[in-house]
């Protein structure tokens, strides 16, 4: 068995990163998303609307990932190469978006 073609550049947007929260090989390697999915699963929501709450699950899943996504972007160098190697990629990007507005690319 062959392994697949070697990804120059993976860009890691929401969806990609709730599939490796629930990927056993990133939750082993990687602690910060197994506990971003150990928050998610909690279900743990601010108050929303009051019908359905989901104003306030959106903002729990906004918060969630963009913590993840500053642990990841924050790792150490031998870290970084892990995900790569485990996404199968040469270099790795994330979006982040700012406060103010924009969005800051993170690339390693």
């Known amino acids: ?13 929401d969806g990609m990163l709730n599939s490796m929260m629930n990927d056993p090989r ?8 197994a506990a971003g999915q150990r928050q998610l699963d909690a279900g743990v ?5 009051g019908r359905c709450g989901k104003k306030g ?8 990932l963009l913590s993840v996504r500053n642990c990841i972007t924050g790792m150490a ?13 040469r270099q790795v990007r994330f979006m982040q978006p700012r406060r103010g507005g924009g969005i800051t690319r993170i690339t390693f």
């Open 45 to 49: 929501s601010a108050p929303g609307c």
């Open 1 to 13: 068995m062959t392994m697949p073609a070697q990804t120059n550049l993976l860009v890691v947007d």
């Open 26 to 33: 990133y939750l082993a390697a990687f602690p910060c998303l």
């Open 77 to 89: 160098p031998q870290q970084r190469a892990e995900f790569k190697r485990l996404a199968n990629a």
């Open 57 to 64: 699950k959106n903002d729990v899943r906004r918060d969630v």
